[in-house]
């Protein structure tokens, strides 16, 4: 049986810009259930981004930094994006990874994309695998002046994404992603 596209049960009637910064852009549609009730749907445009697991035998690197939409600072893989469309999406992780982290990789491996939050974003994660990881200097960002590279064994970190320490769902799906690949390679 061939694959079939069902028809989206969502029409836009109108569409129009709320906000823009560099970083995003906020838009309100106007729209048309299939059951023929209207609605509106608010929706968060954001560039391309990556998440990186840069993994070296037993251990793993984070980067801690404050977020400020929760008040708190948060452990997560390196991840992030340039604002810039059409971007290579392994250069990014590149990038990113020497960026946040101060490392560079021999080796990336694409292990998928990920729709971040689809319920109000539109923005698309992809996951790469860094190994062969040689120090370099880092280039943070000016919004990441505080951020702090850590490097854990792997038990610890899995540890920590069980009990709470690490809450970020980009990087939990990052990490079934990567186990889900690793179970597929020839031993």
């Not at 445009?45 to 980067?63: S, Y």
């Not at 997560?76 to 999406?89: R, S």
């Not at 790469?128 to 040689?134: D, I, N, Q, R, V």
Request: glycine content about 8%; aromatic content about 10%.
């Amino acid at each position: 049986m061939p694959d079939q596209v069902s028809p989206p049960s969502i029409q836009t009637l109108s569409s129009r810009e709320i906000y823009r910064n560099p970083w995003m852009r906020l838009r309100e549609d106007a729209i048309l259930r299939s059951n023929g009730k209207e609605g509106i749907y608010g929706v968060v445009e954001k560039e391309d981004c990556a998440i990186i697991l840069p993994i070296d035998g037993d251990r793993i690197w984070l980067i801690e930094q404050f977020r400020y939409t929760i008040g708190e600072r948060a452990l997560e893989l390196p991840q992030g994006g340039w604002e810039t469309a059409g971007v290579d999406p392994e250069e990014l992780a590149r990038g990113e990874l020497k960026e946040e982290t101060g490392l560079a990789a021999a080796s990336m491996t694409y292990l998928g994309m990920q729709w971040i939050a689809y319920g109000f974003t539109h923005q698309r994660q992809f996951v790469f695998l860094a190994t062969g990881l040689s120090e370099t200097e880092k280039d943070p960002d000016p919004e990441e002046h505080d951020l702090v590279v850590r490097s854990f064994s792997i038990t610890e970190f899995e540890t920590m994404l069980l009990d709470g320490t690490i809450r970020d769902s980009c990087t939990h799906a990052a990490w079934g992603l990567y186990l889900v690949w690793k179970s597929r390679q020839p031993r």
